[in-house]
């Protein structure tokens, strides 16, 4: 039945939009990805679940990259998003083939030219920063309340303090990282964003935990040299970009514990708490 549905929701798009050659690409927990001929351009097609709230900021957000730094939107409503099809290889083949300070370069890049772009258009249905935060703050009050001082309970308080006092303004991608930018022929190109408003620092933080590749990540060393790579080439301050790696690593963290359910949960959980205790020693509370 639920095939039959996906069938019938494809099959009105393709009508509606004058798409042709659908070939499934990939299927996500918010959205089935199809590669679809648009004239005689292959594009994305990607069609939402029904209740998926991100994928919807997200296509406010590509609307207002705009091309970019970030792949162009062509059309979307509620159900779908028809998109600029990044054809080349994902950024952390770069990693993998060891060229990962080059990537971190290739990241700061990319962020330069999100945040680049003119910042008067409105920004209306986007999430800003401090409510995006909301898992971490409510995760601390559980804590405290049953007297816990535990590390979301000191992620929370910096948290506070940075978003009370926030810099540069920007819409933000809200998701950067190696496995959602990839090369075209326009250059490195990012796509799911999460229509996020706030510091254009936070961009920093989930590229600092990732790639999914433990000798990296959980590597002090090569942690604190790719924040200074991106705090250098974006002109920030390195204690920031920490600062907001650490806070986003426990805003991850208390995300998945409230889908433990879920399959390797725990194992996310664990990964992103293991970052926030490497960058804890290195920052100053505010």
């Not at 009050?141 to 000191?154: C, D, M, N, P």
């Not at 399959?263 to 020693?281: S, T």
């Amino acid at each position: 039945m639920v095939a039959l549905c996906e069938n019938k929701k494809l099959n009105d798009y393709l009508a509606a939009w004058n798409l042709s050659t659908p070939r499934l690409l990939s299927q996500t927990m918010t959205s089935h990805i199809y590669t679809v001929i648009h004239g005689s351009e292959k594009v994305i097609l990607k069609l939402l679940s029904s209740s998926e709230a991100d994928e919807r900021r997200g296509a406010l957000a590509l609307r207002y990259f705009d091309g970019h730094g970030a792949v162009r939107l062509l059309r979307y409503d509620d159900g779908a998003q028809l998109m600029e099809y990044a054809t080349g290889d994902a950024l952390v083949t770069l990693v993998e083939h060891g060229e990962d300070e080059k990537a971190t370069r290739i990241i700061a890049q990319v962020i330069k030219q999100l945040h680049g772009v003119p910042q008067d258009a409105p920004n209306d249905g986007m999430v800003m920063l401090d409510r995006w935060f909301e898992a971490l703050l409510e995760k601390a009050v559980e804590e405290r309340q049953v007297g816990i001082e535990s590390i979301y309970v000191r992620g929370a308080s910096l948290a506070e303090q940075l978003l009370a006092d926030q810099q540069e303004i920007r819409v933000l991608h809200g998701d950067i990282h190696h496995y959602n930018i990839r090369h075209s022929p326009r250059g490195w190109l990012a796509f799911d964003p999460k229509g996020v408003v706030g510091e254009r620092t936070y961009d920093c933080a989930n590229t600092l935990c990732n790639p999914v590749i433990p000798e990296l990540v959980h590597n002090e060393t090569r942690l604190l040299n790719n924040a200074a790579i991106l705090a250098e080439a974006l002109e920030l301050e390195l204690g920031r970009v920490l600062a907001f790696a650490y806070v986003y690593a426990c805003l991850n963290a208390s995300w998945w514990t409230q889908l433990s359910d879920r399959e390797g949960a725990e194992d996310i959980v664990r990964w992103h708490l293991d970052v926030a205790k490497i960058i804890e020693p290195h920052i100053e509370m505010l």
